[in-house]
């Protein structure tokens, strides 16, 4: 499966839509892109607010509109940053993740330069609370 994700299509949009992003406080720009099995690809920018206890990463906005949108099945998700060293979506995503994915849900961040790191979602949040507990 991760040889037939279009990554290079998936970093394009994290990166179009990273142009969108709202950070007036931190001007720290993500944009992040989510495949879903049915080939759609669904992008986010982080979002600000002069509460900034309210800002939402670019992470969670693409699976939130993903809900909006009737996707279903992530499959993959890209993420571009501008910093020396690849960004790894924070805690808050990483369960938001874990929310519509498994545990095998491929992440991707590149900086801008190109260097990427690659994560299985197991790998950023091991032991993730699921519904399965409830
Ligand atoms: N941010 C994201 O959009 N995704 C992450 O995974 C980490 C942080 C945003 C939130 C805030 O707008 C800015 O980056 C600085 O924290």
């Given at each position: 499966m991760a040889d037939e994700i279009p990554w290079e299509r998936l970093f394009e949009e994290a990166l179009r839509v990273r142009?969108?992003?709202?950070?007036?406080?931190?001007k720290f720009p993500v944009g992040a892109a989510v495949l879903y099995a049915d080939g759609s690809i669904v992008a986010g920018c982080n979002v600000e607010n002069?509460?900034?206890?309210?800002t939402v990463c670019a992470e969670r906005n693409a699976f939130v509109a993903g809900v909006a949108q009737g996707?279903?099945?992530?499959?993959a998700v890209a993420v571009v940053v501008d910093t020396p060293e690849p960004c790894p979506p924070c805690g808050m995503c990483r369960q938001v993740m874990a929310e519509f994915a498994g545990p095998d849900l491929p992440v991707r961040s590149r900086t801008l330069n190109g260097q990427e790191a690659r994560y299985p979602l197991s790998e950023l949040l091991p032991h993730a609370f699921t519904r399965s507990f409830l």
């Open positions: 142009q969108r992003a709202h950070v007036p406080y931190s002069a509460t900034y206890g309210l996707r279903e099945k992530p499959v």
